[in-house]
T-cell receptor, first 113, second 112 residues
Framework: NAGVTQTPKFQVLKTGQSMTLQCAQD?????MSWYRQDPGMGLRLIHY???????DQGEVPNGYNVSRSTTEDFPLRLLSAAPSQTSVYFC????????????FGQGTRLTVV | AQSVTQLDSQVPVFEEAPVELRCNYS??????LFWYVQYPNQGLQLLLK??????LVKGINGFEAEFNKSQTSFHLRKPSVHISDTAEYFC??????????FGAGTILRVKS
């Protein structure tokens, strides 16, 4: 039981490049989400999903795309990276009816130069 | 809309001293409240949560928090801290328990 797995752990991109951050969970959680963490700002919700085929925007969705084709996977796509997207990205998941908070992955540290 | 204010960005404290990390929230509906801990270069780990019932909630590593509805607060406390408690602590609020709104975080620095 690996929990929430994020890959890669570190990534450096050039401005304008695209990439996909991977997130997979093996707990059969319906709910999955992506946050970004910036110093002094805590974690802010980018996108979330309540099940396969269903996604919605969070607080800071601009510049990011998501899709949910399976219960296990929830990739985050940066279409054209910008320096403002330099951040640590966390994927989190839980059962939809669980009111007890979410489980986090170990994070992906992204630098856009 | 919900929001969380963590009143201290950094809290320095000596080992074995008590500590309180302050958290205030705003919400127009009933809420669920959480404290998460993040050790350096790691993900976030759930420390404790308030869903309903007793307003005093006990969590892992000897931490506890008290939900105060009238003051809209959920302060985190530990009677005696250890060097290993050095980390960043995040307070979060949710009306569903999964879509969390986080505060800016408080860095706890425990000194020997």
């Amino acid at each position: 039981n690996a929990g929430v797995t994020q890959t890669p752990k570190f990534q450096v991109l050039k401005t304008g490049q695209s990439m996909t951050l991977q997130c997979a969970q093996d707990m059969n959680h319906e709910y999955m989400s992506w946050y970004r963490q910036d110093p002094g700002m805590g974690l802010r919700l980018i996108h979330y999903s309540v099940g396969a085929g269903i996604t919605d925007q969070g607080e800071v969705p601009n510049g990011y795309n998501v899709s949910r084709s399976t219960t296990e996977d929830f990739p985050l796509r940066l279409l054209s990276a910008a320096p403002s997207q330099t951040s640590v990205y966390f994927c989190a998941s839980t059962f939809l009816r669980d009111r007890g908070g979410v489980f986090f992955g170990q994070g992906t540290r992204l630098t856009v130069v | 809309a919900q929001s969380v204010t963590q009143l201290d960005s950094q809290v320095p404290v000596f080992e074995e001293a008590p500590v309180e990390l302050r958290c205030n929230y705003s919400s127009s509906v009933s809420v669920y409240l959480f404290w998460y801990v993040q050790y350096p270069n790691q993900g976030l780990q759930l420390l404790l949560k308030y869903l309903s019932g007793s307003t005093l909630v006990k969590g892992i590593n000897g931490f506890e928090a008290e939900f105060n509805k009238s003051q809209t607060s959920f302060h985190l406390r530990k009677p005696s801290v250890h060097i290993s408690d050095t980390a960043e602590y995040f307070c979060a609020v949710s009306d569903h328990g999964n879509k969390l709104v986080f505060g800016a975080g408080t860095i706890l620095r425990v000194k020997s």
